[in-house]
Each structure stands twice: as C-alpha cells, then as structure tokens.
C-alpha cells in the first residue's frame, strides 16, 4: 500500500530495523510516515481488514519496546510536526501530535511561556509523551504533563474521531493519554502552557551522604519547584544511594533584569563544545571508556568528591534547557554503554516503603554484580489516569549496561527487582519498561483496571489493530 491507501501493506521497501533508545532491542517493522490523518484512516482500514498489527511512534524515545511492533506496521508521527493555533496572551497552544518539546518550547519561550511539565529529554513528540503521559522533576507538584491537556482530538482503531477534554468522553481522556498508544492516535492537542518571567531557574546544589538522606531531602524542599537526586548506586555500605540534590525555582517578575534576553531562544540553546573546545558529538566515546563497574564507580566516586568540594550549597542561575534537559548535554549518551546498549528500570513506591525496597534493589544489584551505573530519583503524587505510573511517594531510574555475557543475568535480576517492588506496593512505567510480564503488570494495576482496560480496548479496537510489542508482552 502506499502512503494514500493502496496497494500492499507490508511491501519490502518499507521494512526497517527499528530500535528502542537504549539501542538494546531490535525489531523489523514496516515504516510508514503520515503528513495527513486520512492517510492513518486509509491504514487503519486496510489493517482493520487485512489483520495486520499496527503501532504508533513518536521519536523512539521509549528505553524499551513501547513503539516497536516486530514484523507489523509502524506509523511514525515525525513529519505530522505542524503548530496548529498559538494565543500568547492566554498561553494555549493547539499542536499535531508530532511536534516535538524542543519546537514547543522554541515557539513559545520568547513570549513567557514554557511547558509546564517535560521529559529529562527534549526529543520526544507530544504524542509520545501523551502517551506516556509524562512526569518532569516537579511531578508531586505539577503533576503529569496530561494534568495540562485542555483537550485533544483522536482517531479510533475503529474508524471514529473523538474529541476528549477532562469532561468530554472521560473514560478516553483519562485512557488514551497514559495508553501507550494502545487506545487511539492523537491527531491534535491542545496544551496549556505556564507563564514564566525568566529563561533562568534558580538552581541549589549540594551532597548527601546516603539514600536515606536523600529521600529526606527531596521531602523538606517540597516548596522548591522542581527537585530531583543524582543517585550513586556503585558506593559500598552505609554511602550506596547517597548522590547529589538539584532544586530549583522559576524567578518572579522583576527578579531577572532582562528577560527578554534570558527567554530568547539562542539563551537557552545547548552548547556544541564542551569546556569551550571539545565537540560534544565526541564526548561519548570517551565516556564509553569508563562503561564497566569499575569505571562507573570511580566516576560516581570523582563526582560526589567533585560536587562535595566544589559545588556544596551552591545556588546558580541555570537556563531552563541546563537544567530540564542535562542528557540532552552530551549527544549520543546513551551509545557510551556499547553495543549492547542499556535499560532503564524505574520503579515508583510509596513513600512509606521507598527507603527500604530501594535499598533491597541497589543491594541486590550490586551483590549480583549489576550495579547501575547511574540512578535518578525523583518525588510523585497519584493520578486519575487509567494506566497511571504514579504513587504517593517515589521514583529511582536506574540504567543498567546490557552485554551479550550479562543479559540473561540481567534478565534474572529485573525480574526478582519486580517482585522486590510488588512486595513494597510499588508500580512501574511503560515508557521505560522491557522486564514486565502479564502477572506483574496485573498484581500492580489491579485486576479492575487491566479489566477496564479490555473493555476500553474492546470498544474502541474490536479488532485489536494497535498492538506495539509493549502490548503484546504485557497484555497477551
Ligand atoms: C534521556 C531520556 C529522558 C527521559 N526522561 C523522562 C522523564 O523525566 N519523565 C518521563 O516521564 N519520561 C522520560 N523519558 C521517557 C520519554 O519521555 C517517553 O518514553 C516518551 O513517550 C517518548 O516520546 P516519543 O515521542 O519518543 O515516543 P515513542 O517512544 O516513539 O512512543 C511512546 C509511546 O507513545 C505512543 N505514541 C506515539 N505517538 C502517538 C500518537 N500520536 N498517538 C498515540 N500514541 C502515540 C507509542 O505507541 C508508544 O507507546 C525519557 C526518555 C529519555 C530517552
């Protein structure tokens, strides 16, 4: 089939070797690449009667198999990147769903406005991250970025267009956005967005020497804006888990002399050179040097001497993208764990049992001679949406190098992990998941949601034309 709806569906020149981005899943996939929704209906439709599987990608953002689909279709939203409708007095802004936050925040920042919640990433689409519904550093206050959905507009597996605010057809609101594009594709999204008086956070620093501390210290800076850890999962004994602190809050009127330079956009575009001279496009394979235990712990050691000596309480003016988008610093980072590539395990707990579960996971990773090399916690609050990540509590990152000699014991240790989590009443997140099985992702949903969720599913996709291997692997 072409791109306007004839013709086969699976013709050899569209099939692709598409990755997930920690470059350590591979799947085949037949790359579609729409610019008009009739041609995602025209697809549909032929799916719908031809019974091929089809899965929707944003920027491939996602650490694991959330927008592959091995041997099906991958319609991929790149080049559906157009803003649609922008009111600087009111900060509501209408986008296609493949807009991406950098070009979110480049149209708006110059008028003071930023988006109220982001990725540590600025690459993602805005439908990918709908779809995962997104939390940013200010989770427990901001919530999750589909908290500031006015409304988006969504073609049904089955044909139908729906328009869905927080009161208009609820169930898809709350279901689609969250969905991991297992529901519907959004088509439109009306966002809005939070007026800021400065491209500049005031940003804290400092050392603490335990994780236990570390929880404390994300809990007494509640008031700041955003606060996330730094997490040294390599330290032995009483120091694994301790890390450095980032707060940071937005300036009030008055607070930055000039604004106006501040929020351009040339302000807040990350340097190509790192300490003046070197390319930043090489700076990973000199990190890839450091990828083994040994390296991460000398690295996470240097840093915490590093930060302890010369950054302690240190309080700095960051632009928004230093400090929203640190990863996005170094090009390529994550090509530094090697061939094997890297996954992601994050794991959400209520605040009542972080301390302990998080404990177990770096104990035992470390015993296993896994140790992550980098952990990144942050505060969260619930949600209403259906397939919410979020607790009262708690969230640790961690990012594990994948080798041909450690994956089946990686495999063995996130699968203990998981139930390490379950005992601790903890959840997980799609975006970032390639470990969960159906009986976990039950015992954390709940047997009512994953039922709702067939329902939904039934509804709107009788004929199960959405399936990414995310789905397939946690749903059946
Ligand atoms: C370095 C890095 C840092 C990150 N930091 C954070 C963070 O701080 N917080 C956080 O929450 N996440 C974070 N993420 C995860 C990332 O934000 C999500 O995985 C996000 O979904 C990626 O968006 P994408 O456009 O790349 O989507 P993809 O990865 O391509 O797809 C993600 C999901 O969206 C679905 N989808 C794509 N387009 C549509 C559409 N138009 N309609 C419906 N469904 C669609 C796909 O089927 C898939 O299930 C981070 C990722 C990276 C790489």
């Known amino acids: 089939m072409s791109d306007n709806g004839t013709g086969p569906l699976l013709p050899l020149e569209r099939l692709n070797r598409l990755e997930n981005f920690g470059h350590s899943i591979h799947s085949p996939g037949y790359l579609y690449r729409p610019t008009q929704i009739e041609e995602i209906e025209e697809l549909f439709a032929a799916s719908r009667k031809q019974g091929v599987a089809v899965a929707l990608r944003g920027s491939g953002r996602s650490y694991g198999d959330a927008a592959l689909n091995s041997g ?34 480049k149209y708006t920042l110059e008028d003071g406005w930023w988006s109220p919640v982001v ?26 970025l589909g908290e500031h959905v006015l409304e988006f507009e969504a073609l049904l597996p089955n ?48 050392v603490e020497p335990t994780l236990e501390r570390m929880l404390a210290a994300i809990n007494e800076n509640k008031e700041e804006d955003y606060n996330v850890g730094w997490v040294d999962c390599t330290a032995f004994g009483k120091r694994l888990g301790r890390g450095q602190m980032h707060t940071a809050r937005y300036l009030e009127p008055g607070e930055d002399p000039n604004p106006a ?42 840093k915490y001497i590093l930060n302890r000596t010369l950054e302690q309480n240190k309080v700095d003016r960051w632009t928004f993208t230093e400090f929203s988008f640190l990863l996005d610093y170094v090009p390529n980072w994550e090509r530094s764990y090697g061939n094997g590539g890297l996954i992601q395990y994050q794991s959400f707990l209520p605040k009542e049992t972080a301390y302990d579960t998080y404990m177990q996971i770096l104990r035992l990773s470390k015993r296993r001679g896994l140790p992550s090399y980098l952990g990144v916690l942050k505060r969260h609050r619930p949600d209403d949406f259906l397939l919410s990540h979020a607790v009262d509590g708690f969230s640790l990152a961690l990012d594990y190098k994948v080798t041909r000699r450690n994956v089946a014991r990686l495999r063995k240790l996130t ?29 954390y949903l709940g047997e009512e949601t994953v039922s709702k969720l067939k329902k939904l599913k039934k509804k709107v996709d009788p004929q199960n034309v959405l399936q990414t291997d995310l789905y397939k692997r946690c749903f059946g």
């Open 72 to 105: 099906g279709i991958v319609l991929n939203f790149q080049r559906m990147n157009r803003i649609l409708e922008w009111n600087p007095e009111t900060g509501i802004i209408k986008v296609e769903p493949g807009v991406t936050i950098e070009q979110l925040w």
């Open 119 to 144: 990725p540590g990433t600025m690459f993602p689409t805005l439908g990918g991250v709908l779809a995962a519904n997104v939390h940013g550093k200010n989770n427990w206050r901001a919530g999750t």
């Open 159 to 206: 044909g139908k267009h729906v328009v869905c605010t927080p009161k208009k057809n609820k169930d898809l609101f709350y279901g689609i956005i969250g969905g991991m594009g297992m529901l519907g594709v959004f088509t439109s999204i009306t966002l809005q967005m939070k007026k800021v008086y400065s491209g500049y956070l005031e940003v804290k620093a400092w």
């Open 261 to 302: 330079q501040s929020l351009s956009v040339d302000a807040q575009v990350l340097p190509d050179t790192m300490f003046g001279i070197m390319p930043k496009s090489i700076v990973y394979q000199f990190l890839r040097l450091g990828m083994n235990n040994l390296g991460a712990w000398g690295g996470n050691l240097a």
């Open 415 to 443: 699968a203990d992990l998981n139930q390490i989590v379950l005992e601790g009443g903890g959840r997980f997140y799609f975006a970032k998941d390639s470990t969960l099985t159906p009986d976990v992702v039950q015992a």
